[in-house]
Nanobody, 122 residues
Framework: QLVESGGGLVQAGGSLRLSCAAS????????MGWFRQAPGKERETVAL????????HYSDSVKGRFTISKDGAKRTVDLQMDSLKSEDTAVYFC?????????????????WGQGTQVTVSS
């Protein structure tokens, strides 16, 4: 099970921090990451992290503004979002990938949370 928290409404230029807690079979020592889907658009990768090695991957649209991090003991992965823009408005999903060799490939992400809404007002 993956449970997200931390979404909400923020003004452009502001910050939000999302958190995802993993439990049960959803947790694998592969990859974890954040994806988002805006209305009328396809789901896109936001940020990914290799669970044991700590390698990270960011989409070009968030690079330099968002930071993904993990806490192995707590089995959580966070997404710090700074300098938010209206185009960041979307439902954000936490996901887990069981195969650590494909941690940076979106199709490898098999387990998903319910999503949390992030709305950035301009």
């Amino acid at each position: 099970q993956l449970v997200e928290s931390g979404g909400g409404l923020v003004q452009a230029g502001g910050s939000l921090r999302l958190s995802c807690a993993a439990s049960g079979r959803a947790f694998y020592s592969g990859g974890m990451g954040w994806f988002r889907q805006a209305p009328g658009k396809e789901r896109e990768t936001v940020a990914l992290i290799h669970w044991t090695g700590g390698l990270t991957h960011y989409s070009d649209s968030v690079k330099g503004r968002f930071t993904i991090s993990k806490d192995g003991a707590k089995r959580t992965v966070d997404l710090q979002m700074d300098s938010l823009k209206s185009e960041d408005t979307a439902v954000y999903f936490c996901a887990a990938a069981p195969d650590h060799t494909r941690w940076n490939q979106a199709p490898a992400y098999k387990y998903w949370g319910q999503g949390t809404q992030v709305t950035v007002s301009s």
